[in-house]
């Protein structure tokens, strides 16, 4: 499948929907995360699903075994195709999470989502791991945390463009990599994003989906600019 995602880090439905008409057929699918889902509610995940897209729904869960796979059954039945958890939370949380995505799927007749786990979040450097007690460099807690999820039978993580080699290393060719700070090969360095690549560069490096937000979104023609980053990825 074509592997862009859209972030639609937008506050309503109206521009939620407008983005995705925009677009639809042109990526991959669409990431809705916190600031949406709480602005709008599950429903957006269903009317963005029901115009046949596919809906990464990136709400990072993180919680007790039980309460995490009540969120993921809960995120199946509302058509998500992709949810994903923190690794962080430990491999008896992973597996919850994983089994409660192929049971509820199974129950309800859907597919079952992919399930995809967060590592180091790339606001953290090595002294903020250091902070909350984690004293590994951070690309060797990314590839252990990479592992444990692999091993409790998640489909793949969340990574840097700069992790995503390591984690293809250690991890193997089926399982997904979903790389953001995606920016234009001349826009790459540039604005909150410190860690980007060309999306070129990405896939090269190993990822199986791109997060891209406003190199899209901010575009002054969005189905334009995706259509131009797709045709960068041969
Ligand atoms: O606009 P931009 O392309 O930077 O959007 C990237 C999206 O990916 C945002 O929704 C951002 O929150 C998300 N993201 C990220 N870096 C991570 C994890 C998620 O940029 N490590």
Redesign the pocket.
Known sequence: MNPILV?L?VDSADKALALADQLKGAVGGF?I?KQLFTAVGPSIVRDITALGEHVFL?LKFHDIPNTVAGAVASAVATGAWMVNVHCSGGSKMMRAAAEAAATTADRLGRPRPLVIG?TV???MDEAALAEVGTSRPVMDQVVHLATLAKAAGLDGV???PLETAAIRAACGADFAIVT????AAADVGK???ARTMSAAEAVQAGATYL????????AADPRAAAAGIRAQLG
Do not use: E
């Open positions: 972030a880090d990431k995360g990136d967060v979040l790339t606001s969340v990574a840097s953001p700070g995606i920016r604005d909150d994003q997060v891209i937000g406003r190199p899209i979104t901010g």
